[in-house]
């Protein structure tokens, strides 16, 4: 993944990992009332279990409670890794872009020699004098 890329997935990944954290802080605070207080900390164990850290308190009591930390724990560990896959990329990224470079100016000078001789081949051919009712 290069740099626009992740700019360009940037300003669609933070809403949605937003999203994400508000909806289950809701959802952990409707579902799990013996064990979130408020909404304020079921974003907190939200938060909590998608960097994650585990449990900001007492496991979960409910089904319900369960699939949500369940799903905020492998949805937090697929976030931690694109960011740090997308991270990583950028670093090889910068180091590999001078190689790249001299890469793409050996392919324009091979592919100017190219014309170059195809020109000058095109050029020969039409200087040929064929014979009448000979091979082409």
């Known amino acids: 993944m290069d740099a626009r ?3 360009r997935r ?3 990944a933070i809403p949605l990992v937003i999203a994400v954290v ?3 802080g809701g959802a952990l605070a409707a579902i799990e009332t013996d064990t979130v207080g408020s909404f304020s900390e079921g974003v907190w164990w939200a938060v909590s279990l998608m960097s994650t850290v585990g449990f900001a308190g007492d496991t979960p009591q409910t ?3 369960r699939v949500v930390s369940g799903f905020l724990m492998v949805f937090g560990f697929a976030t931690l890794s694109l960011v740090t896959a997308s991270l990583a990329s950028l670093l090889v990224a910068e180091e590999e872009e001078p190689e790249l470079e001299a890469v793409r ?3 324009r000078e091979v592919l ?3 014309q170059r001789v195809r020109s000058r081949l095109e ?3 039409s200087r040929i004098v064929r014979p009448p009712g000979g091979p082409e």
Do not use: R
Request: aromatic share 0%; glycine share 10%.
């Open 5 to 7: 890329a992740l700019k």
């Open 63 to 65: 089904v319900g409670g």
């Open 22 to 24: 508000l909806v289950a």
């Open 123 to 125: 050029s020969l051919e």
């Open 112 to 114: 100017a020699e190219l």
């Open 105 to 107: 100016v050996s392919e």
């Open 10 to 12: 940037l300003p669609i």
